[in-house]
């Protein structure tokens, strides 16, 4: 799933790529928050959404298995 996904993504302009991955990405935090994905601003610090420091590591594990990218809750925000 992670090649098709890669694939699907290099195919697209970068525009197009942002908008993909920016859902992906507020799809996961969302699961994680337990809130709907619509609620989630793409364009907030993630910081600034309310994540602890258990749900950055959980968000960080699912985006690595979603994705295929390893997060550092470090790069996350200071307090992880």
């Not at 699961?31 to 602890?52: C, Q, R, Y």
């Not at 420091?53 to 990218?69: D, K, N, P």
């Amino acid at each position: 799933a992670q090649d098709r996904l890669r694939a699907g993504l290099i195919a697209l302009d970068e525009d197009e790529r942002g908008a993909v991955l920016g859902y992906l990405l507020a799809e996961q935090l969302a699961t994680v928050m337990g809130v709907s994905k619509e609620s989630i601003d793409i364009d907030v610090p993630v910081m600034e959404l309310g994540l602890n420091s258990l749900m950055a590591v959980e968000f960080s594990a699912r985006t690595g298995e979603a994705i295929g990218v390893s997060l550092n809750t470090l790069m996350l925000g200071p307090s992880y």
